[in-house]
């Protein structure tokens, strides 16, 4: 009794059930061919930071919030995004 190989579609459309995603779809996506960063330099200084990141542990207690981040977050990019593919904070 001969098998039938499944078609590249068939065999995609199995995956989700097992909760993976074949990489090689989405890589240029992740990986341009050539850089085409957007986040603009940006500078954080953690003595202007200091106060609102104090204020913060007063003001959200620990069941509000687990960990109380204040992210670092790149004008064009939005949060969470510090750079294009990082992501930083100050707790």
Excluded: C, F
């Amino acid at each position: 009794m001969a098998t039938s190989t499944p078609t590249e579609a068939e065999y995609l459309a199995t995956l989700s059930s097992q909760n993976v995603s074949p990489l090689w779809t989405v890589l240029k996506k992740m990986v341009p061919p050539s850089p085409n960063p957007r986040a603009v330099v940006t500078t954080w200084p953690y003595s202007v930071l200091r106060p609102s990141l104090l204020q913060s542990g007063t003001l959200v207690t620990a069941e509000e919030a687990e960990r109380r981040v204040m992210m670092l977050v790149n004008p064009p990019l939005g949060a969470p995004y510090t750079t294009d593919t990082i992501y930083a904070g100050h707790q």
